[in-house]
């Protein structure tokens, strides 16, 4: 995997694109053909998005699970930059 994640949320934060970095992060996982790449990423993306837009991970996740996930964050922050323009 290529991708390297800040290992603090607080970089990903202060970086004015944050929510492009996120985009592109949630369209790589939802690529991601091996489940365990893709739940550790998907873990990953959570755990650096800021409290409102994280979501409650159940305890089981499935790949359907994990698509639904990602595309309710995508959707969130979509929605967060069309309310702030």
Known sequence: M???IPSQSKEIL???N???IISKLTEEC???SDINKKTYLFYKINSVLPKPYRVNIPSLITDDYIDTALYRIY?????G???AV
């Open 2 to 4: 290529n991708i390297r």
């Open 14 to 16: 202060s970086h004015r």
């Open 18 to 20: 944050w929510k492009n």
């Open 30 to 32: 939802s690529n991601e």
């Open 75 to 79: 959707q969130n922050i979509q929605a």
């Open 81 to 83: 930059s069309t309310a």
